[in-house]
């Protein structure tokens, strides 16, 4: 479990920013020599707000999610899942941000 925090809290980094600054920007290719790159992003009004994932020793698969957030920076309307990239092993997990924290 330790490992998994360890790996989302690096993943997560690049997109704990406001949606103009992450606007456009890539994760580094992570991982092994499983599965394939993918690209997703929350849209143009929403930031991203923590995955859900797929996990055991190894990351299986990762889910953004997202949520439209005001001017002010208080999150609006309910949290979505985007589409999950990866496998079926390992076992469910998600990280999420609180919403009380101002993007």
């Known amino acids: ?3 998994l925090l360890s790996f ?3 993943f997560l980094m690049p ?4 949606s103009a600054d992450a606007a456009g920007s890539l994760s580094p ?3 092994g ?5 993918f690209v997703t ?3 143009d009004d929403e930031v991203m707000v923590g995955v859900r994932v797929r996990s055991d020793a190894w990351l299986d698969s990762v889910a953004p999610r997202c949520v439209r957030v005001s001017t002010a920076g208080v999150w609006q309307g309910t949290v979505r899942t ?3 990239a990866g496998g079926n092993g390992g076992l469910p997990g ?3 941000l609180s919403p009380q924290l101002r993007c």
């Open 29 to 31: 290719v992570l991982g």
């Open 41 to 43: 992003s929350c849209s």
């Open 8 to 10: 989302l809290a690096i």
């Open 82 to 84: 985007l589409a999950i």
């Open 15 to 18: 997109f704990i920013a406001s």
């Open 33 to 37: 020599s499983g599965g394939d790159a």
């Open 94 to 96: 998600h990280s999420r």
């Open 1 to 3: 479990m330790a490992r």
